[in-house]
């Protein structure tokens, strides 16, 4: 006697396709697993799973709207992330480096650090006092330091920066930093450090035409 589903020793007929249909939408709609599924999947294996069925893109889209949440990923550097993308739009600032790439690969690497891009002076001066703001501190280095007050090296910099600006044969930068670095005026570290002991550093690198060029 052949066991149940088995017809001459071979294996019976598949299950309809409505019964693999149901299994289908039934591990679609477990969210947890589908979350853990679509973190693994390539740009190309989410559009391709999106066009299957309706639950499948209803799925793709939600997972899309959590992992590419530009807030989200900037919360990490922000307690205010929405200010930062307006002054974003009002100075022409650009992120780039590794953030970047994490915020397209939908990955976090430990101790990273975020590179903002901008160009006109006025937009360096407000950019900085958003840092200031969020409770990020100006560390200059040793070329830096040397421009002027200690107390005060921001200022320093920054005037030198516009020096720079107008003659860069008369001031020339000496800050081994900006070497082979023609389209960069500066590049200013600002730290914020927490109680836990770790730090967060994001990189100011001033244009000197415009913050792509710079990049």
């Known amino acids: 006697h052949s066991p149940a589903g088995w017809r001459g020793g071979r294996c019976s007929a598949p299950q309809p396709a409505s019964v693999m249909a149901k299994a289908g939408r039934d591990l679609l709609d477990a969210s947890p697993v589908v979350s853990r599924i679509l973190s693994y999947s390539t740009p190309r294996s989410l559009y ?14 939600t997972f899309h709207k959590l992992a590419f949440d530009i807030n989200r990923h900037l919360r990490r550097y922000f307690r205010d992330p929405m200010g930062f993308r307006i002054l974003q739009a009002q100075t022409s600032a ?6 970047a790439i994490q915020f397209l690969d939908r990955v976090h690497y430990a101790r990273s650090d975020l590179d903002i891009y901008v160009a006109e002076p006025t ?6 006092a ?3 703001k969020e409770g990020y501190r100006f560390y200059p280095t040793e070329y830096q330091k040397a421009l002027g007050d200690e107390n005060h090296p ?37 730290r914020r450090d927490h109680l836990q002991g770790h730090s967060q550093t994001i990189q100011v690198i001033c244009g000197m035409e415009n913050a792509l060029e710079a990049i």
């Open 48 to 61: 391709l799973l999106g066009r299957t069925c309706a639950v499948a893109r209803q799925q793709v889209n």
């Open 94 to 99: 650009i992120i780039s480096g590794s953030e």
């Open 123 to 128: 937009h360096v001066v407000q950019l900085l």
């Open 130 to 132: 958003f840092l200031d």
């Open 154 to 190: 921001i200022e320093h910099v920054l005037a030198h920066d516009k020096l720079y600006r107008r003659s860069p044969l008369a001031f020339p930068h000496e800050d081994q930093v900006l070497q082979g670095r023609e389209y960069v005026t500066n590049v200013l570290n600002y």
